[in-house]
């Protein structure tokens, strides 16, 4: 059973950064695929960023790319989302999740073992 407990969101202006923190208790992370989705008001969960096991090879929604960087540190049983350039339309409930040994690094919504009840991020004009 692996729990995960995202922090780092906020309120910050357009133009702005944040990192997220995503810290997991239980196995450790290094056997398992972990990504970033996010969650706007009357929209659905979407993928933000991923990080596969093993390789630790990326993926990143078009939306985000050159802006959002995702990050682990296994040893620390911790993943990070690091987002600058932030735009009103990033405004959203963050969430991390966990697939162990899925072989992608973006991340497939229906193949999450494992979320976090998220962070806001609320990104004002």
């Known amino acids: 059973q692996v729990q995960l407990v995202e922090s780092g969101g906020g309120l910050v202006q357009a133009g702005g950064s944040l990192r997220l923190s995503c810290a997991a208790s239980?196995?450790?992370?290094?056997?398992?695929?972990m990504g970033w989705f996010r969650q706007a008001p009357g929209k659905e969960r979407e993928f933000v960023a991923g990080?596969?096991?093993?390789?630790?090879?990326?993926a990143y929604a078009d939306t985000v790319k050159g802006r959002f960087t995702i990050s682990r540190d296994n040893s620390k049983n911790t993943v990070y989302l690091q987002m600058i350039s932030l735009e009103p339309e990033d405004t959203a409930v963050y969430y991390c999740?966990?697939?162990?040994?899925?072989?992608?690094?973006?991340?497939?919504?229906?193949?999450?073992?494992?979320w976090g009840k998220g962070t806001l991020v609320t990104v004002s004009s």
């Open positions: 239980g196995p450790p992370l290094a056997a398992y695929t």
């Open positions: 999740a966990a697939s162990q040994y899925y072989s992608a690094s973006k991340l497939s919504p229906g193949a999450v073992q494992y």
């Open positions: 990080s596969r096991y093993l390789t630790s090879s990326t």
